[in-house]
């Protein structure tokens, strides 16, 4: 397959009350359609967005199926598993996404594995659905996201799982961890994965995995950004000046992506909050939380302090892209002021 070089991780619209909302299969039809029409060429559904992950086994598939329906046929779609829920519905999840034609299946470390649980561990879990996604002919890709499995997975262990049954199937690996050198940097460097798209997802490095991906001529790091929901324009400058080489652009337009990543932080160590940018796009509130208007106020403020209007510009563009949001007015107020 021609694997995208940029992967929306997609919001996932809510609808309806505490103590669970649902899934809002409208204002997902109109998210796709405007993500799309944005230039997005690839979505990835997923369990649930920001530090959630909170879908249950059904919740997660009706995510799948709606998707599919509503989402236009150019938009490709990928699928993220989670190894906790068990190898039966993992199964049947994995012939599902079949069925509904996604792309590719992400699969990470189960939140269920110990901490010090060892590589094999790892290698045990995820080997049977590596397998079961080659036999059904479905492109695997591994994810680390040590925020929500608990353990990060290595180079090492994705060598493994490349070189056991089914391991020819594997065509990528997220990576969205908090340490560049730890984690994107050691799978550039295994010569054994060379063959495989190294897809940053810890969006404050994607400027210098972008660079060091392209040192061989031919761009080997992609990106599947939940930020990439909330910035779609901003993305696509971003992707645009690293096509033409221009490094120095490159960071200063991430710059202003990270200053509204941080905008949504909590603590350094852990990934941001997107429930609050995905509020504030009028997607809804998270499935069984709240947001505040602190921390609303606190993004539309890392927003105003940007040092460079067009930065500005194309984020206020990205965060009102539904056009009628809780912060419309907010945004279009800071686009033309």
Partial sequence: MIYPFATVACFDPTCGSLPRR????DRLHQFLQKLNAAGAESVLIAASTGQGHLRTVDELREFFEVAAKVAPAAL?????????DGVENNFKSLQLLKQLEYAVVFLRPGSNLEPACSDQDIVQQLQPLVKRASELQLPVGLYSISDVSGVPLTAQVAQQLVDGPGGDSIVAVKVTEASYEDSTQTFLEQPELSHLRIVQG?????????QDGSKNGNQRCGITSGPMSFAIYQYQHILAAADRQDWMEVQLAQQAV?????????DPRYFADLQRAKYIMGLGYPICGQVSSEQVDRVLQALRELPRRSDRDRLCQSLDLL?????????QDMLHS
Wanted: proline fraction near 8%.
């Fill in 258 to 266: 990270t200053e509204m990543f941080q905008s949504m932080q909590d």
């Fill in 202 to 210: 810890w969006d404050p490095h994607l400027a210098r995995a972008l």
């Fill in 22 to 25: 649902e899934l809002d299969h």
């Fill in 323 to 331: 056009g009628d949001g809780p912060c419309h007015a907010t945004l």
């Fill in 76 to 84: 490709q779609r990928m699928g993220l598993l989670r190894p906790e």
